[in-house]
């Protein structure tokens, strides 16, 4: 395990619990058991806050981190779109990283192949509640 990654899961400055979110999910990774809750305020088709929770691996954990601060105060069309590319890095053959995903490029390596279910986790919650 790389301790950049560790690093990123530990700011927690979105890991929390937002009382009065407008949408909510809670996911479950049935290959590992990694659980994630994530409520955003959404306010004219604008995610204005993001809090997550996770009883996760260090990769979940770093994930849901880079995932939140880069959803807040951006379009659901572009989260969308962001979570679309994300699902789609670990299926292709090229594993070059588009623009959009640079933030995540410590996590979206070939040698986390083996932990995509764990990364893509709050990218699968995220799609979903904005998708709504």
Do not use: W
């Amino acid at each position: 395990m790389n301790l950049e990654i560790i690093n990123i899961a530990a700011d927690t400055k979105n890991n929390k619990d937002i009382k009065n979110h407008t949408h909510f999910i809670k996911l479950k990774n049935s290959v590992c058991g990694d659980e994630i809750q994530l409520k955003l305020i959404i306010n004219r088709d604008k995610i204005t806050d993001v809090g997550y929770q996770t009883e996760s691996c260090i990769y979940c954990q770093a994930s849901a981190s880079l995932l939140s601060k880069i959803s807040k105060n951006s379009k659901k069309g572009k989260i969308i779109k962001l979570c679309d590319e994300a699902k789609s890095f670990f299926e292709k053959d090229d594993k070059n990283l588009n623009n959009n995903l640079k933030l995540f490029s410590k996590l979206f390596v070939k040698e986390n192949l083996s932990r995509k279910d764990c990364i893509l986790l709050p990218f699968k919650a995220m799609e979903k509640i904005v998708s709504n």
